[in-house]
């Protein structure tokens, strides 16, 4: 099992470029998760699935979408980068049946700037 | 609002002991999970606590106190490699996670 991987692992853009960044799971989870981490702030989500075919928008959705259109894979889009996206992203997966108590599983995370 | 506090770096030797306190305001509570993440890392799961109390897990303990709205996470024997930041986070009354910032713990020789 590869767990969770997500690509790519490093990125540079310019501002208003666009880009996808890509998080597979092998595990058969339902959920999954995008997060970006950025200094001295907590994860802040930016996403999430509950299942293949569904999104919904979580702290700070705006400027990103998102699909799931296979139950493993989980795509974060962006659109127009800006500056302010300049972040390191991690996706996570839950197990299935530990939806409100279980660990998440992160991938190793991507490191984007855009200049 | 919904908030997490602890504190931003902490520093001890190897083979002491250290406390790393976490506090939490949250609408709702069903639950407070710390994470390890060594640096260019992904987090990994170390504890879950949903009742008051210790849970004690080799070197790592976890302790909490719904009343008060404050966990800690106890790291015993340190050795080199716990050098990491160490999140909180709480799990509100819609089961979303709220993310402390995370303690830089440094460990000294």
């Known amino acids: 099992n590869a767990g969770v991987t997500q690509t790519p692992k490093f990125r540079v853009l310019k501002t208003g470029q666009s880009m996808t960044l890509l998080c597979a799971q092998d595990m058969n989870h339902e959920y999954m998760y995008w997060y970006r981490q950025d200094p001295g702030m907590g994860l802040r989500l930016i996403h999430y699935s509950v299942g293949e075919g569904t999104t919904a928008k979580g702290e700070v959705p705006d400027g990103y979408n998102v699909s799931r259109l296979k139950k493993q894979n989980f795509l974060l889009g962006l659109e127009s980068a800006a500056p302010s996206q300049t972040s390191v992203y991690f996706c996570a997966s839950l197990p299935p049946g530990q939806e409100n108590t279980g660990e998440l599983f992160f991938g190793e995370g991507s490191r984007l700037t855009v200049l | 609002g919904q908030n997490i506090d602890q504190p931003t770096e902490m520093t001890a030797t190897e083979g002491a002991i250290v406390q790393i306190n976490c506090t939490y305001q949250?609408?709702?509570?069903?639950?407070l999970f710390w994470y390890q993440q060594h640096a260019g890392e992904a987090p990994t799961f170390l504890s879950y606590n949903v009742l008051d109390g210790l849970e004690e897990k080799g070197r790592f303990s976890s302790f909490l106190s719904r009343s008060k709205g404050y966990s800690y996470l106890l790291l015993k024997e340190l050795q080199m490699k716990d050098s990491a930041s160490y999140l909180c986070a709480a799990t509100d009354s819609n089961y979303q996670l709220i993310w402390g910032a995370g303690t830089k713990l440094i460990i000294k020789p």
């Open positions: 949250t609408s709702g509570f069903n639950g």
